[in-house]
């Protein structure tokens, strides 16, 4: 068949601009080292998505039901189908799948970070993953119970578990990037996703298999998927899902410890459904069941006469030394219920929201050194038990919503007036674990006491804590006329446990032509402390340069808190501006770019250490027999930031359609200012050192970019993707004069190939970083997680394949 030039040449235009582009933003980066850009990501789908379709129904970021596009929007949402990631894609859960999909996402599996190796967590334009507010059809999903404590990115946050909710129960992800927290309330300061679950008739199934070049890492999938009518036009669907991921390693010969992806095992049921119940009236609910076995290896303690740490060990035992693992089991429950109804032509929207998170920790092949130690003592071998259940803590939320809106017509060119309310209960538990997951049993102290790997939490640490809030808010989107829109928006928000706040935004948008459109906004935000903050305690082992230290993190309002002169947590507060455009110059090729600026105040952040020497809490810290100690606090103010782009580009080659995509993002994220308490003056660097600083600033790429293939012809669809990471800058446990830890940009390769063996069966193989790139080498002895590059960029596992199977009933 003939190929149509025209066609061709305009769709190489195009290419060239998206290429440009993308050479232009990472040329500047070059050029500017000291222009960091932290998490960006602006991609399109693993080898599955079409980025970013334009003709999506989309009510984020507005009010008002039945907004045409995101390219309409006053602010930048972007709008991700997850079909053909479900059926085709290279990753089996929704926070990698988004890490190389979204523009400003980052996610990353983390190693030898404890508990945070088992949840991966989020977050949008290099801020916080609890600065980022997570909805599932709209309605606020609750964090997890976790706080991450180790790890390159999200030190000190809470956040979202995505991977809660299997791939084949979402149709689509929005993403609001920008301030919203005067829509949605607390945490929306970087931004906003909205899961929209999928509810079409029909059943499907997906079978997946993946592993790494290297042999390891095995991914089984099963899903499921069946949607139901019910009653009149109402729709049931259940999803459910299996995963299981194993364990991969890349420690060097000789090193004894396990380096890489932790072992885990989802089973997940979802639900969601929607029944029309009368004239202009809907019963919907949706809900999620995931039960979590978890792995994840924790430092390696050496044998008798080595070197390393010998009195953290039995002979008789682990004569060669050992791996401790720490195996959380996880427990997630999500629930919404509501109803929608139309009165006198306002829609009003009831709803009830529970959410619940929990997870347990059991400690395996290990000891408690100072049991075994007294063993001996009283004449046994030095035996200790080598399994604990080390407790574990849990959090609940339940969030209700009535909201009112309604679109009158006949005001200007169009005026949507919307306001609501909202109510939300929280709880947070800490439970203490087995005992001799903690004693010290034999006196000596020296870091025997505990399980090894994850000491338990004690009684001392065991706490019930919890808290209400409730907020109003006030909604006004004007057409002025057929191409200038405002949008306003203030919320009043009220929390039992530190007082009140009022924040507000303006946001419009002016069409120049029909294919230009300007957008900007301006915002004011804030985000609670989270209860996981304010009284999260625990005593756990940290290695510095590679030896192991003993650590207390003390609850904020605690006694040894208030010893060390740390102030009670309180807000954080932002400034926000957006300004930016959309452009589709030709019906096949649109292109958005938006440049944003976030001022943060008072952002809290886990301390640096605080030791034995401290003139304030030196004597505790002896006392209770650690070497350390860690708070939360409100000590820093930042300033973030940087540009998003994306472009997408369709056309007609011979028999099939070749769609083009990138997605480029760049950020900066700078501390403007440490603010230090009075009582803790001449302590900065224990406040908040060189290296906790360039947690903040570069614990993500500087930049990030996808671009992105698709062609389709006949039974064949195949894609092909080059990703971007940039540079990264993280410190060291030594600091000056030992160099930071940099890591060079790198770039690699995405691609699969799908054959449709029916409209109903299709087939699809391909690879993930095929280029086989790892992170720059680095020394072990300085790195979080004690290897010789921590797990940023691509990750450390290198090149994977994949294959899957799916099938329509």
């Known amino acids: 068949m003939a ?36 998490p960006a990501t602006t991609e399109t789908g693993a080898p599955e998505d079409k980025p970013i379709e334009l003709d999506v129904m989309t009510v984020l970021g507005s009010r008002r039901y039945g907004r045409s596009s995101e390219v309409d929007t006053p602010v930048p949402v972007d709008v991700i189908p997850m079909v053909k990631a479900a059926e085709q894609g290279s990753t089996f859960d929704l926070a990698q799948t988004l890490q190389y999909t979204a523009p400003s996402f980052t996610s990353g599996r983390q190693t030898g970070a404890d508990n945070a190796d088992s949840v991966d967590s989020a977050a949008l ?110 729709v049931v669907a259940l999803t459910a899902e299996y995963l299981d991921r194993g364990r991969s390693n890349r420690a060097e010969a000789g090193n004894p410890r396990t380096i890489g992806d932790t072992s885990v095992k989802n089973g997940t049921l979802y639900v969601n459904g929607d029944i029309p119940v009368g004239d202009g009236a809907h019963l919907y609910f949706d809900g999620g069941v995931q039960n979590r076995d978890a792995s994840s290896a924790a430092f390696a303690r050496g044998g008798i006469g080595s070197d390393d740490i010998p009195s953290r060990n039995s002979e008789a035992m682990y004569p060669n030394g050992f791996v401790p693992y720490i195996d959380p089991y996880i427990q997630d429950r999500h629930f919404t219920g509501g109803m929608w109804w139309m009165w006198n032509d306002w829609r009003v929207d009831a709803s009830q929201t529970l959410g619940y998170n929990k997870l347990v920790d059991t400690i395996r092949n290990t000891l408690n050194a100072s049991i075994a130690n007294l063993d001996l003592e009283n004449g ?66 020296g870091g025997n006491a505990g399980s090894q790997g994850f000491p338990g939490f004690q009684p001392a640490d065991a706490t019930i804590k919890s808290r209400n809030s409730w907020a109003g808010y006030g909604d006004i989107e004007i057409n ?28 419009g948008s002016y069409r120049v032509s029909d294919g230009f459109l300007m957008r900007g906004s301006v915002s004011s935000g804030f985000r609670a402390p989270s209860l996981q903050q304010r009284y999260f305690s625990s005593t756990f082992t940290d290695f510095i340069s590679g030896e192991p230290v003993d650590v207390v993190l003390a609850p904020n309002g605690g006694t040894i808190a208030r010893a060390a002169g740390i102030p009670d ?21 649109s292109l958005t770019l938006d440049g944003y600026h976030i001022d943060i105040d008072d952002r809290i952040v886990l301390t640096g250490y605080f030791g034995t020497d401290d003139p304030s809490i030196g004597t505790i810290l002896q006392q209770l027999g650690v070497g350390q100690a860690q ?23 011979g028999d099939g359609e070749l769609t083009s995509f990138l997605a480029f993002n760049n950020s900066t994220t700078r501390v403007k200012r440490v603010n230090t308490p ?94 086989d790139k790892f992170p720059t080498r680095q020394n072990a002895d300085e790195t979080d997680n004690g290897f010789r590059y921590e797990a940023v960029q691509f990750g450390l596992n290198g090149a994977a394949y994949f294959v899957r199977l799916a099938h329509k009933f």
């Open 678 to 771: 009075a009582s803790l003056v001449g302590r900065e660097d224990s406040l908040l050192g060189e290296r906790d600083r360039l947690f903040i600033e570069g614990g993500a790429p500087r930049s990030k970019a996808t671009l992105g293939f698709d062609y389709a012809t006949g039974n064949w669809d195949s894609s092909l993707k080059v990703i971007y990471f940039g540079q990264m800058t993280l410190g060291t446990f030594s600091g000056p004069p030992v160099p930071n830890q940099h890591y060079s940009d790198k770039t690699s390769l995405d691609a699969s190939l799908t054959y449709s063996f029916s409209e109903k069966t299709k087939l699809t193989i391909g690879g993930a970083n095929l280029l």
């Open 631 to 653: 708070f939360f606090v409100n000590s820093v103010d930042t300033r973030t930031q940087g540009i998003d782009l994306t472009a997408r580009h369709t056309t007609s080659i």
């Open 569 to 589: 947590l309180k807000e954080e507060k932002s400034r926000s501006a957006t300004l930016g455009f959309t452009w589709e110059p030709w019906e096949n090729l």
């Open 380 to 445: 046994g071998a030095g035996i200790s038990p080598s399994v604990f259940n080390a407790g574990g803590f849990s959090f609940a939320q339940q969030t209700t919503n009535l909201d009112f809106t309604r679109f009158y017509a006949d005001w200007l060119s169009g005026v949507n007036v919307a306001f609501g309310s909202e109510f939300r209960h929280e709880d947070y538990e800490i439970f203490a674990g087995n005992a001799g997951s903690y004693i010290d049993a034999d006196g000596a102290g």
């Open 480 to 507: 002025w006329t057929d191409r200038f829109l405002t949008d306003q928006a203030v919320r009043y928000e009220h929390y039992s446990d530190f007082g009140s706040t009022v924040i507000g935004k303006v946001a």
């Open 125 to 234: 334009r290099g801020l916080g993953s609890d600065q980022t507010l997570v909805l599932v059809n709209g309605k606020r999903l609750h964090s997890t119970a976790l706080v991450n404590l180790f790890g390159a990115r999200n030190r000190g946050n809470t956040g979202t578990d995505l991977n809660t909710i299997p791939l084949l129960a979402i149709d689509q992800v929005e993403i609001l990037r920008d301030g919203a927290a005067a829509q949605y309330g607390s945490d929306a300061i970087a931004g906003v996703m909205n899961i929209n679950l999928k509810r079409s008739k029909g059943c499907e199934a997906v079978a997946g298999y993946g592993q790494y070049s290297r042999g390891d890492g095995e991914n089984y999938l099963a899903s499921g998927y069946c949607g139901f009518a019910v009653g009149n036009d109402g």
């Open 3 to 38: 190929v149509d030039r025209e066609r061709v040449a305009k769709h190489v235009v195009a290419t060239m601009v998206i290429a440009a582009s993308l050479s232009v933003g990472t040329a500047a980066l070059a050029e500017d080292s000291d222009t960091p850009t932290t």
